[in-house]
């Protein structure tokens, strides 16, 4: 088993049960901080943001790394197909042309973005739907296990003793959702489902500490706390702050969260017109939400970022840094705690922001710009530099911006012609990729 990470940071030592790469996992690692071990760009005056971008007409969801030189991409058909599989493709770093690739995976019939991790062991786990599948480095299928919910699953933990733990997207108020232990060699189920007190659309984040392993997951309402250790899940009962008091018309639930310097970090009104269309059939995903849907709120409040104490779950501290009515956002924040300051936004109304937290002031905006976010980032802690993505006049944009003031540091636009909430991800050297449905794209500064 691998050193425990003591420092609480993803991007330092090597997290338990994942692969020794910058990037082996979705947001870098379990704690979802979004920061890799490669460098950040280190912008200067001279710097120049470049692109190739390769349209290949699927829903590509997040890419992971490897071995050296080994970048691996993780999608679905294209959202409007009427087959529904998802894929694996090992792809040149530079060029992104195709190296090798899985069969179709089946998804049980649901459209929606799994996820993909690098084990310990070297293999790569994929889900995708209501399955699970074990791959070797050159996309050839090992083995794979249906999932017992007639439901999708949002993506996985590797915790330290290899095991995958994973739970089952859930919109409907009278649905729950349930954990699955899945054991790595051959995909067995490990025990019995775990039933999860209310429905949960966000993904699951873990954070390793002395006392354990511990599973954060965001409820309709509640923020709920699971102990890990010899394959089982147990309630923390002791913490479970409430953090959606208002009224659903006014208040949605959370999506990710992310867990850094003593604190759980997310934000709220996760809801909006499109999880209605693609969550009213089972299957999900049967039919195409509209275009535009995605970024409509369903929650009148302003956007508001949240921070719980991971030991005082009583310590709920909000901000709404922008004020805009109706916000909207179907990802998380990120938080460096180095410089102690939080990155919120609103996908809705076209907002990102810096916020500092200090442990007796609480949060405090400290700058505010009008972009069109909806990527999960990434954040280098080491250059102080975030990247988002910006969709405008028909393309979607990369920027890279400094935590600390705001500034725009270089700017591309990708020839990606749709923007959606998935995942950006970290190269090997001074590079971010870009997915999205349809496209791929490689940024990188000379």
Same mark, same amino acid.
Request: charged share 25%.
């Given at each position: 088993m691998?050193?425990v990470?003591d420092?609480?940071?993803d ?10 790469s910058p ?5 870098? $690692?379990?704690?979802?901080?979004k920061?890799?071990?490669?460098p950040?760009f $280190?912008?200067? %005056?001279?710097?120049?943001?470049r692109?190739h971008t ?6 590509n969801?997040m890419?992971?790394?490897r071995? =050296?030189?080994?970048?691996f *991409? ?10 529904k ?6 792809i040149d =770093?530079?060029t ?10 089946? /998804?049980?019939g649901?459209t929606?973005?799994?996820g993909v991790?690098?084990?310990e062991?070297g ?6 739907g209501?399955y ?6 050159d996309?050839?299928?090992l083995?794979?296990r249906k999932?017992p919910?007639d439901? /999708?699953?949002n993506?996985f ?6 095991? *995958? ?5 859930e919109?409907?108020?009278d649905c729950v959702s349930?954990?699955?232990i899945l054991? =790595?060699?051959?995909?067995e189920?490990v ?8 429905n949960s659309?966000?993904?699951?984040a ?5 006392e ?5 997951i =965001?409820?309709?309402d +509640? !923020?709920?706390?699971y102990?890990?250790a ?6 923390? %009962?002791?913490?479970?702050p ?8 006014e ?8 867990i ?5 970090? !997310? ?10 269309v693609?969550f009213? +059939?089972?299957?999900?995903?049967q ?7 995605a !970024? ?8 508001k ?6 030991k005082d ?12 009515e109706?916000?909207?956002i179907?990802s998380p924040?990120a ?8 990155? /919120?936004?609103?996908?809705g109304n ?8 200090d442990e007796?002031g609480?949060f405090?905006t ?7 976010i909806?990527?999960?980032?990434v954040?280098f802690?080491d +250059? ?6 910006d !969709?405008?006049?028909?393309k979607?944009?990369?920027l890279?911006?400094?935590i ?5 540091? /270089?700017?591309?636009?990708t020839?990606?012609?749709?923007a959606?909430?998935m995942?950006?991800s +970290?190269?090997?050297n001074?590079?971010?990729y ?8 490689r940024?990188y500064?000379?």
């Amino acid at each position: 088993m691998s050193k425990v990470n003591d420092q609480g940071l993803d991007n330092t030592l090597t997290m338990p049960g994942y692969y020794d790469s910058p990037w082996p996992t979705e947001c870098g $690692g379990p704690r979802r901080q979004k920061a890799p071990k490669s460098p950040g760009f $280190g912008i200067t %005056e001279k710097s120049v943001l470049r692109e190739h971008t390769r349209v290949n007409g699927e829903w590509n969801v997040m890419m992971v790394l490897r071995a =050296p030189g080994e970048v691996f *991409l993780m999608g679905n058909n294209h959202i409007s197909s009427k087959e529904k599989y998802g894929f694996l493709e090992r792809i040149d =770093p530079i060029t992104l042309e195709t190296i090798a690739r899985s069969p179709n995976l089946p /998804a049980g019939g649901h459209t929606w973005c799994g996820g993909v991790s690098v084990h310990e062991n070297g293999f790569i786990y994929l889900n995708n739907g209501n399955y699970c599948y074990k791959l070797d480095a050159d996309c050839n299928l090992l083995a794979e296990r249906k999932l017992p919910q007639d439901s /999708a699953y949002n993506s996985f933990l590797i915790m330290a003793d290899g095991n *995958l733990i994973m739970k089952n997207i859930e919109h409907k108020f009278d649905c729950v959702s349930k954990f699955v232990i899945l054991e =790595p060699d051959n995909l067995e189920q490990v025990g019995e489902e775990v039933t999860i007190p209310e429905n949960s659309m966000g993904r699951i984040a873990m954070d390793t500490t002395e006392e354990g392993q511990f599973i954060y997951i =965001p409820g309709r309402d +509640t !923020f709920f706390r699971y102990h890990y250790a010899q394959g089982k899940l147990t309630l923390d %009962e002791s913490w479970q702050p409430v953090y959606r008091k208002g009224p659903y018309e006014e208040q949605t639930f959370s999506w990710d969260s992310c867990i850094a310097d003593g604190g759980c970090y !997310f934000l709220d009104n996760g809801d909006n017109e499109a999880n209605n269309v693609i969550f009213g +059939t089972r299957p999900f995903g049967q039919d195409l939400p509209h275009r535009g849907a995605a !970024f409509q709120g369903v929650g009148s409040s302003p956007q508001k970022l949240f921070r719980i104490d991971l030991k005082d779950p009583s310590k709920i501290e909000k901000i709404a840094p922008f004020g805009t009515e109706r916000g909207s956002i179907f990802s998380p924040p990120a938080y460096d705690p180095i410089r102690k300051i939080g990155v /919120a936004f609103d996908t809705g109304n076209g907002h990102l922001g810096g916020v500092r937290y200090d442990e007796d002031g609480g949060f405090e905006t400290i700058w505010t710009r009008d972009l069109r976010i909806s990527m999960q980032m990434v954040l280098f802690m080491d +250059t102080g530099e975030i990247v988002v993505n910006d !969709f405008k006049d028909g393309k979607d944009n990369l920027l890279v911006i400094d935590i600390e003031t705001g500034e725009e540091k /270089a700017r591309v636009a990708t020839k990606s012609p749709t923007a959606n909430g998935m995942f950006l991800s +970290t190269g090997w050297n001074k590079d971010v990729y870009y997915c999205s449905i349809s496209s791929i794209a490689r940024v990188y500064a000379d």
